[in-house]
């Protein structure tokens, strides 16, 4: 089972819908979590830091399930620039980032 | 206040061949983390500097080196090119104090042939 695991997608969704995804974890020990968000071909840029139950930043919601083992990021009111791939990470007590594969969100309209 | 840079842009290489990846980090921050990031795939770290020093590495082969210079500044070096190596390559920059907030920069694109 990998460290961190993302469902794929595309999920594909008009404007101005709610979408929401996951992202499961299989260190029960870690405390940091981060959604980053990734356009085509450039880097990854850091949307939310998640270390207690969750953080809200506007249209964007992030919630940790330390019980479930995985935080969610949900997107309120979708844009079209919201189309990107989500990268889920934990930081490791190695101090490194462990990713998941991402999450490609494409936002129709 | 300028981020993190990278250099070059782009790289293509032969197999077998050696290349160096230049990386400056965000002004004020002390700490260099590389990842490899293979299309479709979430980065991969493969090691962090501080102080001048390898501190962590990640399960990468030897082949895979690095430098820490004393304005912070670092440099990535592959040996012996494999295809596999084909890659976005990332650093991150942080403070040694705050590793867990890591700021990217625009990357370096190899491609081996």
């Known amino acids: 089972r990998k460290e961190v695991e993302q469902d794929p997608g595309p999920f594909n969704v008009p404007e101005g819908a709610t979408v929401a995804f996951n992202c499961t974890y299989s260190?029960?020990?870690?405390?940091?979590f981060f959604w980053y968000r990734q356009d085509c071909r450039k880097e990854p840029k850091l949307l939310m830091s998640?270390?207690?139950s969750g953080n809200e930043d506007g249209r964007f919601t992030a919630q940790l399930n330390r019980a479930s083992q995985y935080i969610s990021l949900l997107i309120r009111d979708s844009k079209l620039s919201d189309s990107a791939t989500y990268l889920c990470g934990r930081y490791s007590s190695a101090s490194k980032i462990i990713f998941g594969s991402g999450t490609r969100l494409s936002i129709r309209p | 206040d300028a981020g993190v840079t990278q250099s070059p842009t782009h790289l293509i290489k032969t197999r077998g061949q050696q290349v160096t990846l230049r990386c400056s980090p965000k002004?004020?921050?002390?700490?260099v983390s590389w990842y490899q990031q293979a299309l479709g795939q979430g980065p991969q770290f493969i090691f962090q500097?501080?102080?001048?020093?390898?501190?962590q590495r990640g399960n990468f082969p030897d082949r895979f080196s690095g430098h820490q210079f004393p304005n912070y500044s670092s440099e990535l070096n592959v040996n012996a090119l494999l295809l596999g190596d084909s890659a976005l390559y990332l650093c991150?920059?942080?403070?040694?104090?705050?590793?867990?907030?890591?700021?990217f920069g625009p990357g370096t694109r190899l491609t081996v042939l």
């Open positions: 500097y501080y102080e001048e020093e390898e501190r």
């Open positions: 002004s004020g921050h002390d700490t």
């Open positions: 998640v270390y207690s």
């Open positions: 991150a920059s942080s403070l040694k104090q705050a590793l867990n907030e890591q700021f």
């Open positions: 260190n029960s020990a870690s405390q940091s």
